[in-house]
């Protein structure tokens, strides 16, 4: 034990030099070593919160410190111990004083609690989202006009989300009895499908086709999926006969979603267009503040100002910048400070990098697009659509994955490197001769990678 105990030791303090003094102290740090069992090495802490964090962010590093020193791979096990205050709480006879929380659930309320409520009071407004702002308010009022459909658009982060939900929350609050329907453009798509495949589109046409309100996020994901575009063009098409509101959210305004039908992109544009553009230093200021006030935590203007200058694109990083704060000041008992602020900032932006796509996300999109399912493109059948669908699936797999040919294979029922070749340059001459497929083939892939 006593040598496993130094190997541990040593571990822990090679990965010191590679992370931030606060995310050593609470992370890695309170790791305790236990024993080596053949190639698993099994260490433990005292929550289940700082044994997900781990897990999820930093097992990877640790795996390879074991490596370094041991000469061979390692699985690694953290359980959690309770420690004896948390022992004698549970065998106390004293039932007048309540139970104290552990620390995981300290920091699960942390991350649970403090969410804004989505109205427009809680919407805070600057010089980048006025108009839309203005917009959304005066359709939840009714005050509708020429505003049908409502489409807003502009990057993720940016609060669009929010002001559906705020649109719905207002329209609730004024008129009970109004039915209204918040779906994202993905879900409307799965709900189709699914709707054809068991028979059941008279349901799927009465919870749309009559609404009084429609708000739909993220229309981009009807891009290039011919049947679901024509199914919502009727139910566009009826809503907006009859009055009813219809309010959509994108990346993108309609002209740049390039596999959009023309008939949808004009409908699109018969209303208003509001973009949302990223926040200005005022207004990431001021979404701050509010956070640290809902999680009744003071952050010093110093602070509050420099997270400001450094997270500019997204106001879930802002809010998540608070978030960590809070929960360093629980479980370090650190209060904010410049240099917890960078190191937060630097792990938000190490985060914000794309998530590796997994090929079940991939073959699931192109599925939805040429209505195929998931299991054929797999399999080894020889349709035109399903051999099209597949040629698809490996060229949008290999363009985002990078994943060599041979793993490539084995997911399409072990296809040879020479298989995967021609399914490669079919797609690329058919991206060649026909600008159509190109373009859903881009569609495809800008997809994916937004999700």
């Given at each position: 034990m006593t040598n496993f105990a130094s190997v541990v030791d040593v571990v822990k303090s090679s990965l010191e030099s590679e992370l931030s003094p606060t995310a050593y102290n609470l992370w890695i740090a309170p790791l305790k070593a236990i024993e080596l069992r053949d190639s698993d090495v099994v260490l433990s802490l005292n929550n289940d919160f700082q044994k997900d964090i781990i897990m999820t962010k930093y097992s990877h590093m640790?795996?390879?410190?074991?490596?370094?020193?041991?000469?061979?791979?390692?699985?690694?096990?953290?359980?959690?111990?309770?420690?004896?205050?948390?022992?004698?709480?549970?065998?106390?006879?004293?039932?007048?004083?309540?139970?104290?929380?552990?620390?995981?659930?300290?920091?699960?309320?942390?991350?649970?609690?403090?969410?804004?409520?989505?109205?427009?009071?809680?919407?805070?407004?600057?010089?980048?989202?006025?108009?839309?702002?203005?917009?959304?308010?005066?359709?939840?009022?009714?005050?509708?006009?020429?505003?049908?459909?409502?489409?807003?658009?502009?990057p993720s982060g940016m609060g669009k989300t929010h002001l559906l939900l705020a649109i719905n929350h207002e329209v609730k609050k004024n008129n009970p009895a109004l039915n209204i329907v918040y779906i994202n453009g993905e879900a409307f798509t799965n709900e189709f499908i699914t709707a054809i495949e068991q028979e059941t589109t008279r349901e799927f046409h009465e919870k749309y086709r009559n609404v009084d309100y429609l708000l739909m996020d993220d229309i981009q994901f009807l891009a290039g999926k011919t049947q679901t575009q024509e199914e919502f063009f009727y139910t566009f098409n009826e809503l907006h006969q009859v009055g009813k509101q219809i309010v959509l959210t994108s990346d993108r305004p309609p002209k740049e979603i390039k596999t959009l039908e023309d008939r949808l992109r004009t409908r699109?544009?018969?209303?208003?267009?509001?973009?949302?553009?990223?926040?200005?230093?005022?207004?990431?200021?001021?979404?701050?503040?509010?956070?640290?006030?809902?999680?009744?935590?003071?952050?010093?203007?110093?602070?509050?100002?420099?997270?400001?200058?450094?997270?500019?694109?997204?106001?879930?990083?802002?809010?998540?910048?608070?978030?960590?704060?809070?929960?360093?000041?629980?479980?370090?008992?650190?209060?904010?400070?410049?240099?917890?602020?960078?190191?937060?900032?630097q792990d938000i932006l190490n985060d914000n990098q794309p998530t590796p796509v997994t090929i079940e996300k991939i073959i699931g999109e192109v599925g939805r697009t040429f209505n195929v399912s998931e299991k054929d493109i797999r399999s080894t059948k020889r349709q035109s659509q399903i051999a099209k669908a597949r040629h698809i699936a490996i060229f949008v797999v290999r363009e985002?994955?990078?994943?060599?040919?041979?793993?490539?294979?084995?997911?399409?029922?072990?296809?040879?490197?020479?298989?995967?070749?021609?399914?490669?340059?079919?797609?690329?001459?058919?991206?060649?001769?026909?600008?159509?497929?190109?373009?859903?083939?881009?569609?495809?892939?800008?997809?994916?990678?937004?999700?």
């Open positions: 640790l795996c390879k410190g074991f490596k370094d020193i041991l000469g061979f791979d390692v699985k690694i096990t953290i359980v959690v111990e309770e420690n004896e205050e948390d022992n004698s709480s549970k065998t106390s006879s004293k039932p007048s004083e309540p139970p104290q929380s552990s620390p995981s659930q300290i920091l699960d309320n942390i991350y649970n609690n403090g969410e804004y409520q989505y109205t427009f009071d809680t919407f805070i407004v600057g010089s980048t989202n006025t108009f839309a702002y203005a917009a959304c308010k005066a359709v939840a009022q009714n005050q509708t006009g020429a505003y049908n459909p409502l489409f807003i658009y502009g699109f544009e018969w209303g208003l267009l509001a973009d949302i553009a990223p926040s200005d230093f005022e207004t990431r200021v001021a979404i701050i503040r509010r956070k640290a006030q809902l999680l009744h935590i003071e952050v010093p203007d110093d602070v509050v100002k420099y997270i400001a200058k450094n997270l500019k694109n997204n106001i879930r990083q802002l809010e998540g910048a608070v978030k960590k704060m809070k929960a360093y000041k629980l479980l370090a008992n650190s209060s904010p400070s410049i240099n917890m602020a960078h190191s937060i900032i985002i994955t990078q994943a060599p040919y041979e793993e490539i294979g084995k997911e399409f029922s072990n296809r040879d490197h020479s298989t995967i070749t021609y399914s490669l340059k079919q797609v690329e001459n058919m991206m060649k001769k026909d600008a159509k497929q190109k373009e859903i083939i881009e569609d495809i892939i800008k997809n994916i990678r937004d999700q």
